[in-house]
């Protein structure tokens, strides 16, 4: 059993060495391999030993002892590192031991996480005895450390100070800071930001920028000031510039932003050398954009662009596991590796017929195997939303003069009001729809109005968001006040409303933010919740991240926050929250 995902103990230790010996036996041989050496970059022959979850031995001979050793035969087929996502934000609807579990079906045996969502469900030492549970999925489970909430929250010093920042870093299953969404606070002279990036980086650990659009001058100064990575490259020459600059670079493949086809279109027309400093994400995508998984489609679509097979199998394994200091224990077949191997029917199709992970058989020829869930959420107090307060009539009203123009799926700007919101009923005539945000807690409130979301339907209620406080939107008072009647009945989700009439609800009943139960009912919710909302008007892609990113400040221009209506670039709270 691997502590903390980095070290076995000795008595592991001795044993691993006494099946080398042949005093002891395997737990499991792949002989007859066709395997990727990601140290030479060849496809060579070899019989691999398992002991339990780590690799022990790749090369030519069988093990003296072999009592009780399952062997199988993989003459034909070809061997490949687990893949690694190295930019998941697991909390899309999705739970993080869900999206393990999917992503592995894959062949995606590890994730590295953010961990934002756990500064504000739970205290720093429940956090950790909850990274210590998701240690012991067959999946690995690594984090990063946010340094700021991505939103203007009431207090954010609570969440986001140097001691439970510091705490986070020195963390074993913590293995990068990030992802830099504050960074203009950094050029502005924020100098309690640049100490946890020192610190960060004393502990061994690198920095992950978020810089869509950077100059290169800006670019350098990140590089100055510390940050080793940036996944926000949205051409071709953006991805050479960071390069250039001594940038790990991640290619993205979202649901909000699927570059990643047009990125290596013009990498390789560019004739880039090499591939080593590239990885290959999905950036937290929304459920169904997974149905057909995640790393596995990514290095697909490399392999169909004209990278070369095995830099596109590296990109999706051992480049991340070498950028994160984790290419002793991850993304090759080698020794003392975790058993994380993919097991495919060709080269060229990465898309794995068995999956290991750990040692485990996730997938067997084909067959999904059944894995016990490990996490037990009520134990950490992640239940079902309890709310002991009604969202009421006086919680709607609405006379601020500046509404939110959905421009796309997560760009916002300002537009001055031009209509009666004070109305029981907004005109279909219009996109202007009512807009509120008010306290999981109910505590304060803030009303506005958002265009581009639907033109007719009644309402829309979510507890999910980033902050987990409550969202409405919609066309009709009446319909608000039921919709927040039925959020609160199924302990939070996602309802849509129309004339007195519940259309769909999404239960999300950890801690209304995570769906428990399994993500292929979960992705069926999200396609029904899509064309749903399409009848109604909503003209973008993933309606997710427009709830998810209401509050975010990380984006252009105008925002709806715990403490109000927000000037991003400015900085300045337009109208405030008001308290209940």
Known sequence: MIENEYYWRSRELRHHVRVIDGTEAPTLILKNSTYLNTYTKQWLQANIWIANDRIVYVGEELPVKQDGTEIIDCEGKYLVPGYIEPHAHPFQLYNPEELAYHAAKTGTTTLINDNLAWHFLLDKKKAFSLLEDFDKLPISMYWWSRFDSQTA??????????????????????????????????????????YWIQETKRNGKPVEGHFPGASE???TKMKLFGVNADHESMTGE??????????????????????????IDEIVAAKLPTYENLTMNTDGS??????????????????????????????????AAKHLRL?????????????????????????????LAKGQWIVKEDEIQEVDQMIDWAKYDIEPLSCDWDVTKADLQFSV??????????????????????????PTNREDAFLLLIDRNGKWRVNSTIRGVTDRLGALASSYSTTGDLVFIGKSKSDILLASKRL????????????????????????GIMFNGKMSTL????????????????????LIYTIFFLSSTHLPYVRITQQGIVDVKKKEVLFPATMR
Not at 239 to 253: A, D, P
Not at 414 to 425: A, C, G, H, K
Not at 491 to 500: D, S, T, Y
Request: charged letters at 25%; a negative charge; hydrophobic letters at 40%.
């Open 217 to 219: 001058k800006t670019l």
């Open 488 to 511: 609160k009945e199924i302990g939070g989700g996602i309802v849509l409303v129309h004339q007195g009439e519940v259309l769909f609800e999404l239960p999300l009943n950890l801690s």
């Open 401 to 426: 003069p500046v509404g939110l123009d959905l421009i796309n799926d997560v760009i916002i700007k300002p537009y001055v009001i031009e209509m009666d919101i004070t109305l029981d009923e907004l």
């Open 286 to 319: 929304t459920p169904a954009f997974y149905e057909q998984g995640l790393l596995n489609v990514c290095i697909e679509i490399a392999i169909a662009k004209g990278i070369p097979l095995e830099d596109a199998y590296m990109m999706a394994s051992y480049n």
């Open 523 to 542: 992705i069926e919710k999200e396609k029904q919740l899509k064309t749903i909302l399409s009848e109604f008007g909503y003209k973008h892609s993933d």
């Open 327 to 355: 290419e002793e224990q991850l993304g090759s077949i080698a020794p003392g590796r975790i058993a994380h191997i993919n097991i495919l029917r060709e080269k060229s199709n990465p898309h794995p017929e068995s999956v």
């Open 238 to 263: 953006d991805v050479i510039k960071r390069l250039q600059l001594g940038y790990q670079v991640g290619l993205r493949y979202s649901s909000i932003r699927p570059d990643l086809p047009k990125l």
């Open 153 to 194: 929250l009431k207090d954010e010093e609570a969440l986001f100070n140097t001691e439970e920042i510091l705490a986070w870093l020195s963390h074993p299953s913590v293995v990068q800071g990030g992802e830099l969404t504050s960074w203009p606070s950094l050029l502005d002279g924020g100098d309690r930001l640049l």
